[in-house]
């Protein structure tokens, strides 16, 4: 374990004097923050080796803390695992490698038999963490479902099936209902449909703000959960039930339209140096999570149009190089340390823990494109924020309406 951050501290100097590209420099981070993740839980090494920082001193919420890790990785890394056209002999052996592992590491997690057995069905955390780990498979259904084992393709729609017993609260938590039942739809062909559709027609019918802002419930947060949960996962669950064939899915030409709105608005909080505001709950558990809608965007070809796939690699990478450069990022196993920007475990709510942090992996969506993709060969360019103060004549912002 030494010698790999040996190594990939040499890879972060080579990044620092410009000599990789943005590409393998996303994927280096990637592998930083997902390794300690994907190849504990592979080797039923994660409840032995993964630490528990947390407020909670108690350590109430340490059984939870292991699908909560595995669950978010998996679905920030998911669109990689699945890419099929990757050009880079070193990347596709990394690749490779995490594909393996992330199968080991899911036939784990739901094998009643195994040390690192993780927690479905009591409490009522395991449905969040359930919906993120199903978001992820949605996203790889190859990768994730087709080749894994039959056995532990059973075992995994037994554990999400276990989530039923938790009620969600009338929030965000309806849509990790609403997805776990896309993802047993897509998978299954069989669902419970009221639960899945009850969160979808919630945020539908009586929880838009305007502007593409979705209250949190009926309620209005300054916060990032319209990307961390609210976008994504609307949109994933609104995709399953066209394929499926659903009714309500119409719905997913508005929710397209507020989507790409909302990665407007995150856009414009990136400043020229890489900075955005640090706004509002879970913001130490999410980090770059923040960019959950926009990389969904960019991933999904649907950016706003006033953005170039070029202009958006450039203010992710700036993010994402300035988030993780603090010295206090990272334990000295590798671990993430819970904080927004290096160790800030004061800032933190009761909830957040080691395994929360790894949210911040869905930033890496657009890793899911080609290497040959715009968002990859377009040259390095300037963001809005960075055009704007740079004095560059831009058209103003303006709100949606519908």
Not at 108 to 128: I, W
Not at 237 to 247: A, F, R
Not at 264 to 288: D, F, W
Request: hydrophobic content about 35%.
């Amino acid at each position: 374990m030494k010698k790999y951050y040996l190594l990939l501290a040499a890879a972060l100097v080579l990044i620092s004097c410009g000599k990789e590209s943005p590409r393998r420099e996303w994927v280096r981070t990637l592998d930083r923050i997902a390794r300690p993740v994907i190849m504990n839980t592979a080797g039923e090494t994660l409840r032995a080796n993964m630490p528990y920082e947390s407020p909670d001193t108690a350590g109430k919420r340490r059984d939870f803390s292991y699908l909560e890790a595995l669950g978010r990785t998996v679905c920030g890394i998911a669109p990689w695992l699945e890419n099929e056209w990757i050009t880079d002999p070193w990347e596709s052996g990394l690749q490779e490698e995490y594909r393996e592992q992330a199968r080991k590491a899911l036939a784990h997690a739901v094998n009643p038999q195994s040390p690192d057995y993780m927690a479905f069905d009591h409490g009522t955390q395991p449905l969040v963490d359930a919906a993120y780990l199903a978001e992820g498979l949605v996203r790889a259904p190859r990768q994730l479902w087709k080749l894994l084992p039959e056995e532990d393709r059973g075992n995994l729609v037994a554990a999400l099936k276990a989530t039923r017993t938790i009620k969600p609260y009338e929030s965000n938590w309806l849509l990790f209902a609403s997805q776990v039942e896309a993802c047993l739809l897509e998978f299954t062909g069989e669902c419970d449909t009221a639960r899945m559709l009850y969160g979808v027609e919630r945020f539908r019918d009586a929880f838009y703000k305007g502007d593409g802002v979705y209250g949190d419930g009926k309620a209005f947060h300054m916060d990032y959960y319209n990307s961390y949960v609210i976008h994504p996962m609307l949109l994933d669950v609104l995709k399953t039930m066209q394929k499926h064939n659903i009714q309500g899915y119409e719905f997913i030409g508005t929710e397209l339209k507020r989507h790409t709105r909302y990665s407007a608005i995150l856009e414009r909080m990136i400043s020229p140096e890489g900075y955005y505001p640090v706004l509002g709950r879970s913001i130490t558990a999410c980090r770059t999570g923040v960019f959950h809608c926009l990389a969904q965007d960019a991933l999904n070809g649907t950016l706003p149009e006033e953005l170039t796939p070029g202009g958006v690699r450039s203010a992710l990478g700036a993010v994402i190089r300035r988030q993780f450069a603090h010295k206090d990022t990272f334990d000295s196993n590798g671990w993430l340390r819970v904080g927004f920007s290096g160790s800030q475990p004061e800032m933190a709510e009761k909830y957040v823990n080691t395994g929360s942090l790894y949210h911040c992996l869905t930033v890496f969506l657009p890793l899911g494109l080609p290497s040959d993709d715009p968002f990859w060969t377009e040259p390095d360019s300037q963001w809005t924020g960075a055009r704007i103060w740079a004095g560059e004549q831009l058209h103003g912002d303006h709100a949606i309406k519908d």
